[in-house]
């Protein structure tokens, strides 16, 4: 999107779709190609969780949503505990003799679930994020730049999901256009969702109104500013923080 070359958003749902394929059971347990299906790594889940979500806000299929929820539920009941979240289960290797809390894979896990939480509506999902980072944070304060990927986590748990909503018919070049400006904002605690403007129902849930138009929804802390039509117009709104 940065680069606007369309070649780059294609190879990245290729390689997504052959992630999907080829590394990941039906239970939503990710694995290595070709390789035995023990130990499993909770950065694995994380990061796949992430990647799935970033393709739905790229192509606002909701396969890729729920897709990545599967794996979410599946890494919680696969890694969570009552204090955070444990970085590999399964048979040792190396000089990994026992499981432990690492701070950028409980950083990870907390990321997806704070996105997947704001998408779906999911609370508990913002509670075990809320929970990973709590316990990672005295281990954190001593790693310095190490522990960046936490000071981000910490930051958008602490401020917040904007969410952009786009109504229209997917794939219409409309609608598409707003979705290109709205990736072009790309910032931390920004995501874009979709809804078909035939889907009345998924409307009425939301609270939008039906638009003959293309249009978009910024909001945050339960506020929304919208309806807006015009590409350039959204980005200079999502610049600016509304």
Known sequence: TMLQREDCRQAAITVTNYLLDHCVTAHGVIHHPNAPKEPVYLKDHAQLTSALITTYQHTGDHKYLNEAETIAKKTITLFSTKKGFISFKGKSIGLLK?????????????????DLSALTGNAPYHTLAKQALEQAEPTAKTLGIQAAMYALAASILDKGISIVTLIGTPGSHDLETLRWHALRASKPGLLVETIDSSDH???????????????????AHKKCVGPITDGEELLRKIGMGH
Do not use: E, F
């Open 98 to 114: 026992t499981p432990y809390k690492d701070v950028t894979d409980n950083a990870l896990i907390a990321l997806a679930l704070l």
């Open 201 to 219: 129902k998924r409307l009425t849930d939301k609270g939008y109104a039906p638009s003959a138009l293309p249009s978009a929804y910024i909001c």
